[in-house]
């Protein structure tokens, strides 16, 4: 047996991270059997879908690196991997049901099923259908129509037994039938709904293993019933455990944002990723600029092999010392058994903390290959840089080091690649430590000891900066803060000297220059 899993995303909105774990487990436990991994399209409810939302999720999925063998763009031998175009074959299903006496159309109101729900509430009962609107002949279909009603179609729902299956993750699973409901698989529209479509399209493709999140164990009888109804193999079913809210034991919903934003290890996650879109002066959709997003984390520079192990690690673990993989670790390694039954906490920070691991660990050349778009969006770096450019970046990566958490943030430095007369000062920085008393003095005095100064470089500007402060008589923070705004705009940063034997003596005179000239004319306005 070809081992056969898939993902299943409805195009309502962007990738979400649970889904992402979710479709991490599948791809993970089909590439481990050798088997295949096929990207379905359950776009059932023409409603809520969202022709725009689509391809972020097939860009996504590319970017994580997680390929499926058959869906869209891919095609393969079970082509549409959409079920909007798969309605022949549902339609077909439903008429099978309807034959076979395990589904029936159903002529009732909403008002109708709403007065016997409310009446089961009075009598504090459970409320199970009557089916007193229940059409099973052509005759008493066509009373009920010769009243205005429309039908939906309902499954017939055995009312004594225990659906009873062994689930890969949660072990022996039993359901009674009797608390199950007479479940609508196809609207009075005649479009079918997600529980008929999903299993249909799981035999069609030949699914051997669905694999999901344990919210939906409770649909699995009723699609249980449809797969036996229609003569099918059932699937083995895996239900992971959902992955929670920060710091709780509650599932991470999309609608809570504002709430989560308010947690600070969240919010600090969120907070990292504007700066980084303000310093590019970008503006992302506000509804894929979330850390519940997978499109946050592309946007902001993170790698997809940082996010794609932490999320291994959201109910799965190899044991109580190992949290680094690579994807081919992953794939050797993965097993349901080993999969948690309890909800793993979204922690904003471990997720970061993985991702600085992840970039500290690459090769210098990756590490400037990751940031060099970056600064070409923001226009630090031209969109063909000249080796001389990449020098510059490799030097300025280096010398920032963990400072680079995310590719990102090196949008802090994008002072090194301004023009010596055009990088924006920190006001606040500026007035604090140049326009102090006799600050542009010392500045000009030790402008001078820069000119004639070799090598120029780091060990040998940090000599210069200590003669310097000795013949003065000053503590260094009075000048050395005042070098590094003249030089790069900022009150903070990597090494300073590191800094200045990167820009070189001319940008640093000519740095130091137009600060002087800005102190001076400042000064003149006042007057």
């Not at 022949?88 to 029936?104: D, F, I, K, N």
């Not at 934003?261 to 969120?270: A, E, I, T, Y």
């Not at 990751?370 to 070409?376: G, H, I, M, S, T």
């Not at 923070?477 to 003249?486: E, K, T």
Request: contains cysteine.
């Amino acid at each position: 047996m070809t081992v056969r899993t898939r993902f299943a995303p409805s195009p309502t909105g962007y990738l979400h991270i649970g889904g992402v774990r979710t479709a991490l487990f599948n791809w993970l436990f089909a590439r481990r059997h050798g088997g295949r991994f096929i990207l379905r399209i359950d776009d059932t409810d023409q409603r809520r879908n969202v022709r725009e939302a689509l391809q972020p999720i097939l860009d996504g999925f590319r970017w994580l690196g997680l390929d499926w063998d058959e869906g869209p763009e891919v095609g393969g031998p079970h082509a549409p991997y959409f079920q909007s175009g798969r309605q022949a074959r549902h339609q077909e299903a439903v008429e099978r049901l309807l034959a076979g006496g395990h589904a029936y159309r159903d002529y009732a109101t909403a008002d109708e099923i709403q007065a016997e729900r409310e009446a089961a509430q009075r009598r504090k009962q459970r409320f199970i259908y009557s089916r007193r609107w229940m059409a099973e002949t052509p005759a008493e279909a066509a009373a009920f129509e010769s009243q205005g009603r429309r039908a939906v179609v309902r499954l017939k729902m055995p009312r004594e037994g225990v659906c009873a299956f062994d689930d890969q993750v949660r072990g022996p699973v039993a359901f009674e039938w009797a608390l199950e409901q007479d479940h609508v698989v196809q609207r009075a529209d005649g479009s079918c709904l997600y529980h008929l479509a999903s299993a249909v399209d799981d035999h069609d493709f030949e699914i051997t293993h669905v694999i999901r999140a344990v919210e939906h164990l409770s649909n699995t009888p009723r699609q249980i019933f449809i797969t036996r109804a229609l003569g099918y193999d059932a699937p083995a079913y895996a239900h992971l455990p959902y992955v929670a809210e920060p710091g709780s034991a509650e599932k991470l919903s999309k609608r809570k944002l504002n709430a989560y934003l308010q947690h600070p290890d969240f919010r600090k996650l969120h907070e990292h990723g504007a700066a980084i879109m303000s310093a590019l002066g970008e503006s992302p959709p506000p509804q894929s600029f979330n850390p519940l997003v997978v499109e946050f984390y592309r946007t902001v520079g993170y790698r997809p092999e940082a996010l794609l192990n932490y999320l291994l690690l959201l109910g799965w673990s190899l044991d109580d010392r190992t949290e680094m993989f690579t994807t081919a670790e992953m794939i050797a390694q993965f097993t349901l058994d080993r999969v948690n039954r309890s909800a793993a906490s979204f922690d904003a920070l471990k997720l970061l903390a993985f991702e600085e691991r992840y970039m500290q660990r690459l090769p210098a050349e990756a590490r400037v290959a990751a940031v060099v778009p970056f600064l070409q969006r923001c226009g630090a770096l031209p969109p063909s840089p000249t080796a001389s450019d990449l020098g510059r970046v490799s030097r300025v990566v280096a010398a920032a080091g963990e400072r680079i958490r995310v590719a990102g943030d090196i949008v802090n430095y994008t002072d090194f690649f301004q023009s010596d007369r055009a990088f924006p000062y920190d006001e606040k920085a500026f007035r604090k430590r140049l326009r102090a008393d006799g600050a542009a003095a010392r500045l000009e005095r030790f402008r001078a000891a820069l000119e004639t100064v070799e090598p120029y470089d780091a060990e040998t500007l940090n000599g210069v900066m200590h003669r310097f402060v000795e013949a003065e008589a000053i503590p260094i923070g009075r000048i050395v803060h005042a070098v590094r705004v003249a030089v790069t705009g900022k009150a903070v940063g990597f090494g300073l000297f590191e800094g200045m034997e990167i820009l070189g003596r001319a940008a640093c005179l000519a740095r130091i220059d137009r600060a002087l000239e800005e102190l001076e004319r400042s000064a003149a306005e006042r007057v």
